[in-house]
């Protein structure tokens, strides 16, 4: 899980749910992981959902009503006990079966769906929890490995030639688009894979986060393969 290079790793690892939401990002430090290596049957949780649309939010209710074997029961309480712990702990987590995001398609010289390296923001002091407990898992990237795409010369005259008001609202032009919040990774840049069965949390870019926001994408999902994704 931890990237190869010598630069100080953003990331760190605990083995408690408590040392995930308690441990404070500093430093290069914007995420942290309850590194853990689950029991159960997922894929048994998967092929029993019904997906309705491209992304389906899953009840809990839905996941009462599965019929499934022993080693399916383990791996829905898994999933029982950490929706249970995060809304305890005040987030709101959703219970995602995917079948691929929408992809934005609009521009050719920069992109700003989810499978774009991009980071989180929000107003208000939060964090992103996620964990993928099956298919195709995130990646995140040290953000000394990207570069903002809105720094990119070439992307940067094309976003001007694209924004028709004035010089002096074109930052706030950039950020109301969103394509502030996008990247490109360098070209030595070592991605690292989030995992199955890992719960994250990442730093959003909020007025008072004290580190970088994390840097992360969609994966592009496995061939016939639905991801089931918790996040928040």
């Known amino acids: 899980m931890n990237s190869s290079r010598s ?6 690892t605990v083995s408690t749910f ?9 430093g290069s430090m914007n995420a ?3 590194q853990r290596n689950l029991e159960g049957d997922f894929k048994e949780i998967v092929s029993q959902l019904l997906l309705k649309e491209n992304i389906t939010e ?8 599965l019929h499934l074997s022993d080693h399916g029961s383990r791996a829905r309480a898994i999933i029982l006990n950490d929706l249970h712990l995060l809304t305890g702990f005040g987030a709101s ?9 929408e992809r934005d398609e609009e521009l050719d010289f920069i992109s700003t769906d989810v499978y774009s ?18 298919g195709a898992a995130s990646d995140l990237l040290p953000n000394e490995q990207a570069e903002q795409k809105i720094l990119i010369p070439e992307i940067r005259e094309k976003l001007t030639e694209l924004h028709e008001g004035p010089e002096e609202e074109f930052e706030a032009f950039l950020k109301d688009c969103y394509f502030d919040l996008h990247y490109q990774a360098r070209p ?3 991605p690292v894979n989030l995992g199955l069965g890992h719960l994250w949390r990442l730093a959003v870019d909020h007025p008072q ?22 996040i928040c």
């Open 93 to 101: 987590p959703s219970l995602n079966l995917l079948k691929c995001y």
């Open 209 to 230: 986060q004290q580190v970088l926001p994390c840097v992360h994408r969609a994966p592009a999902e496995n061939d016939g393969e639905y991801r089931l994704l918790l």
């Open 18 to 26: 408590s040392e995930l939401v308690s441990t404070e990002f500093q």
């Open 117 to 134: 390296w991009h980071v989180d923001r929000s107003p208000v002091a939060t964090d992103t929890y996620l964990c993928t407990y099956y």
């Open 58 to 65: 899953i009840t809990t209710q839905d996941l009462l009503s």
């Open 32 to 34: 942290v992981a309850w």
């Open 188 to 190: 030595d840049a070592q």
């Open 7 to 12: 630069d100080p790793s953003p990331i760190k």
